[in-house]
């Protein structure tokens, strides 16, 4: 059981390239999101989806495109990288998209970006 | 307005001592979770402890305990007996009760960074 994985590990970017992060989860998970970690700043949400064909908007999505085809993976692309893109990306999956209970976030363990 | 607050950015703790991360938050939903999250050197994000707005006992997992004190909207995060692999990068966080089709979103602090000593 392999949990939530993403790849790459870490990645080194130009300035207006795109990019692809991507996001695995293989626990049959309903609910999964991207967040970014920067120094000072904690975690923010990028996007979320509650459900294959589902996808909306977290605090953070200007740059970002997601899409979920499949219960499973929920890639995220960068568009045109900028350097205010440099930052570690977390994926995360729960069980239900729902509030009843802990419902506890699964993360990945992250993928580091630098856009030089 | 910031809706968790960690206003220790580091703390520095004796190995077998217990130790206090505080956490306060903002949220006018009377229904809401909150979490803590333990991130080591190595980067990954650990769940530690959940406690549900409306749970009447304070939640503990092994040494970890939460302090929950909901007129205060404090939430904050007892290790008891440190140890020096308790040494990492310590998250408050805050779901609120979603709206139709909101999802299971966190809000995060800044974290605090705690450093068990010999």
């Known amino acids: 059981n392999a949990g939530v994985t993403q790849t790459p590990k870490f990645q080194v970017l130009k300035t207006g390239q795109s990019m692809t992060l991507q996001c695995a989860q293989d626990?049959?998970?309903?609910?999964m999101s991207w967040y970014r970690q920067d120094p000072g700043m904690g975690l923010r949400l990028i996007h979320y989806?509650?459900?294959?064909?589902?996808?909306d908007q977290g605090e953070v999505p200007n740059g970002y495109n997601v899409s979920r085809s499949t219960t499973e993976d929920f890639p995220l692309r960068l568009l045109s990288a900028a350097p205010s893109q440099t930052s570690v990306y977390f994926c995360?999956?729960?069980?239900?998209?729902?509030?009843?209970?802990?419902?506890?976030?699964?993360f990945g363990a992250g993928s580091r970006l630098t856009v030089l | 307005a910031q809706k968790i607050t960690q206003t220790q950015p580091g703390m520095f703790v004796q190995e077998k001592e217990a130790v206090t991360l505080d956490c306060t938050y903002d949220?006018?939903?009377?229904?809401?979770?909150l979490f803590w999250y333990k991130q080591p050197s190595s980067g990954e994000m650990i769940f530690l402890i959940y406690?549900?707005?409306?749970?009447?006992q304070n939640a503990t997992e092994g040494r970890y305990s939460l302090n929950f004190q909901k007129a205060r909207k404090s939430a904050n995060l007892v290790i008891s007996a440190s140890q020096l692999g308790d040494s990492a990068m310590y998250f408050c966080?805050?779901?609120?009760?979603?709206?139709?089709?909101?999802?299971?979103?966190?809000?995060f602090g800044t974290g605090t960074q705690l450093k068990v000593e010999l």
């Open positions: 995360a999956s729960s069980y239900s998209r729902g509030f009843g209970g802990a419902n506890v976030l699964t």
């Open positions: 626990m049959n998970h309903e609910y």
């Open positions: 949220t006018s939903d009377p229904s809401y979770g």
């Open positions: 989806s509650v459900g294959a064909g589902i996808t």
């Open positions: 966080a805050m779901r609120e009760n979603p709206h139709a089709g909101g999802g299971n979103k966190l809000t």
């Open positions: 406690q549900g707005s409306y749970d009447q």
